[in-house]
């Protein structure tokens, strides 16, 4: 068996093994899986902009000619050099294609096989992980444990250092696509530059209005210290497919959301002039219920709102069968802390 272990995959592609030249690299996280292929053509080609080492085929077109695969991969370069090929499979099944290839490998040449999420009994994958000569690589979303070292990373990168709490809300807003965490990640170390090291209020600044959800009635709800409307409200986006997660996510950018506009009105501004400046703009059959919010709160207790939901947004990454129990009494406990001091 060569199915590698998830914690093992980075390991891998840091030295991949000359006798395993079929890589399958598959999952769920497509940008986690689009960053590993990318490394592993880097790690096979001296040139990844030279067509003649490193061929590029789509799946689809495997399915009509199996025969090509095995073509590619024993093709000699035409100046010499090591040579790859990258298949990104698409809909239809290429096993045959990748039973041919397996069934004659070479050793001069990685074929590097593109894939989305597979079943244990998808027939790419299953072919992969039983030959010798192939390796299975799975991309899962990314635990907290490598959240942390892709944020240390590209913070080591940008000449940063970063506040402990800036580090565990940053954890808390990003996941679930490996390219878009970099890429947030990356956005916050422009922000930052100039400075010594990243704080909680550049993290609110800049990543928690990454993306818009339109889950307003239940983060209303919750903010407003509404505890009778919570549960209906959480129902309801339930309902229209949000996740827990994602449910979470938004609570936590209205956090921030509250937070910038309460450190505006103890400069000066009111409740109405703070909401009328709010970015992103507050819609005015919310503004209400944001000024409910916002009377309710202080900075520092929405900077503890924003510190219990990271916690609870890690916890149902832990326990993703519990992931509904866990969102919705984070959600209920924070609209009781509202209505006792609204």
Known sequence: MTAVK????DRFIGAPDPAQSIVLVFGPDAGLVRERVDALVRASVDDPNDPFALARIEGDELAGNPARLVEEAHTVPLFGGRRAVLVKAGTRNIASAVETVIAAPSRDCRVIIEAGNLSKSAPL????EKAKVAAALPCYADNERALVQLIDEEMRAAGLGIAADARSTLVALLGGDRLASRNEIRKLTLYAQGQKTVELTDVLAVVADASEMALDGVVDAVFAGRTAEVDGEFGKARASGSSPAAIVSAAIRQVANLHKM???IESGDTIEIAIKRAAPPVHFSRERH????????????????????AEASLDMRRNAPLAEAIAQRTLLSLAVSARKNG
Request: aromatic share 4%.
């Open 290 to 309: 944001v000024g409910e919010a916002l009377r309710a709160w202080t900075p520092a207790r929405l900077i503890r709102a924003m510190e219990q939901l």
């Open 6 to 9: 998830a914690s093992d995959v």
């Open 262 to 264: 309460k450190l505006a």
């Open 125 to 128: 994958r299953v072919l992969c």
